[in-house]
């Protein structure tokens, strides 16, 4: 400004206030809580978990902030209440990513410290989610194979329904690559998959006798079973997340009834292919077998919740807890409360790892928790109802909601004995 003209010099700009430059720290505060809490939703982090992460993220910044999570959106509040700022973010349910869970912590610890001022974190959340993921296509396909090959040992099949089920995981896992690319494709993906597991089994049962149909049909659309989802919902439930565990919650209780439906026409398909095809009762393998099927199923589970190669040996350890825990507690408390022991050990261990290595606890408890989820159950509760076996759909859907209620009991009571250190 010139004194002597009272007019401003040209090229000069006014300073900015102290409250000017204190709200553009907020706002890019603000922008890096909400593309994080975006993230960690589409990578599988459950509401009650997210909404205190985001929290205490928020905090930590000095931001005064609420959040509200559901299955598809993100609701934040920032600032006093009569002078918030709100924003909605709508976000599509994605897959579970371990690897960019893990690499999303470690960039939210580097802010917390101040190892990392927030407009570096957003650019480092950007080049997080715009990474190409971990394992391409044809890894992501032999690992749908290899889990149902593992997974039809669980069900006590043995080398026939294992070939089988290996043939109809990998033809799921290429279709599943097909839904990526194709909306229409994604919205029936889960209806058409369990058609064709269930007609490539009918199929397989008139050419290679005898065979368990039952066994195939299954531990191909293992992991499509939203077992883990009803687990979650019934956890967000219990948390008093009830929006989001009751969306999920229901949910789940459709891709059950999608599931049911399509194994029903592929049945009927099969039937006027080839006739009735007798059912065998499959024969188990050997325990010990389970041991080795477990070993198999969790690098399979690895590459399809994409975890880091680093991180393959702790899931197995997860997976091992979970599996011993689960039989140890049918000993004493029998079949449907022996996933309690399994959870509560998985849970402890968990809390145990994200303590001594800060890193997030679903790194070991998504593996472990998957051994143990109802899916299979609630499954054939379904499959009763739609023969109309009433008595038999009821009294299985009670032993899914038992067990997964056992779940949810364990995990809960595992952050009572060993409390988590922070909210991922």
Do not use: C
């Not at 099949?157 to 290429?174: C, F, K, N």
């Not at 064709?196 to 066994?215: H, K, N, Q």
């Not at 009834?257 to 065998?280: D, K, P, S, W």
């Not at 198999?296 to 899931?315: E, H, K, N, Q, Y």
């Amino acid at each position: 400004m010139d004194k002597s003209t009272g007019t401003k010099k040209p090229g000069t700009k006014k300073p900015r206030s102290r409250e000017q430059a204190a709200s553009s720290i907020d706002a890019v505060s603000i922008e890096f809580v909400l593309k994080l809490g975006r993230a960690l939703h589409t990578y599988g982090t459950p509401a009650h978990r997210l909404e205190e992460a985001l929290g205490q993220l928020s905090a930590r910044l000095g931001l005064e902030a609420q959040f509200f999570s559901t299955p598809t959106s993100i609701m934040a509040a920032f600032g006093a209440l009569g002078h918030q700022q709100t924003s909605l973010i709508r976000v599509e349910p994605g897959e579970v990513d371990l690897g960019k869970m893990a690499r999303l912590d470690e960039v939210t610890g580097q802010v917390i410290r101040g190892e990392l001022v927030p407009s570096k974190g957003l650019r480092r959340i950007d080049e997080i989610v715009a990474d190409r993921p971990l394992y391409n296509n044809v890894v992501g396909v032999i690992g749908y194979a290899v889990a149902s090959g593992a997974a039809s040992t669980f069900f006590g099949g043995q080398a026939r329904e294992m070939a089988v089920s290996v043939v109809i995981g990998a033809l799921i896992g290429i279709l599943s690559q097909a839904a990526l690319r194709w909306a229409t494709l994604k919205r029936v993906f889960v209806a058409v998959s369990a058609l064709m597991s269930s007609l490539i089994a009918v199929l397989a049962g008139a050419v290679v006798a005898p065979l368990s149909v039952y066994v195939p049909t299954v531990a191909g659309l293992i992991i499509l079973l939203p077992g883990l989802t009803l687990t979650v919902a019934m956890t967000e439930l219990a948390t008093l997340n009830l929006v989001s565990g009751a969306s999920r919650l229901t949910h789940a209780l459709i891709i059950f009834l999608q599931m049911a439906f399509g194994v029903a026409v592929g049945l009927h398909l099969g039937e006027l292919a080839v006739g009735v095809v007798q059912n065998q009762a499959a024969t188990p393998l050997p325990f010990w077998s389970q041991w080795i099927a477990l070993v198999v199923a969790s690098v399979a589970f690895g590459v399809l919740f994409r975890a880091r190669p680093r991180d393959m040996g702790w899931m197995l350890l997860s997976a091992a807890l979970a599996f011993g825990g689960a039989r140890l507690g049918t000993l004493w408390l029998g079949v449907e409360l022996g996933a309690f022991v399994g959870a509560l050990l998985v849970g402890m261990a968990s809390n145990v790892y994200a303590r001594v290595f800060d890193r997030p606890s679903a790194m070991l408890m998504v593996p472990g928790i998957v051994m143990l989820v109802p899916g299979s159950i609630g499954f054939r509760s379904v499959s009763y109802l739609l023969e109309r076996d009433v008595v038999t759909g009821i009294e299985t859907a009670f032993t899914m909601t038992l067990v997964a209620a056992a779940l949810v009991a364990g995990l809960l009571l595992s952050n009572l004995i060993v409390p988590p250190r922070k909210a991922l």
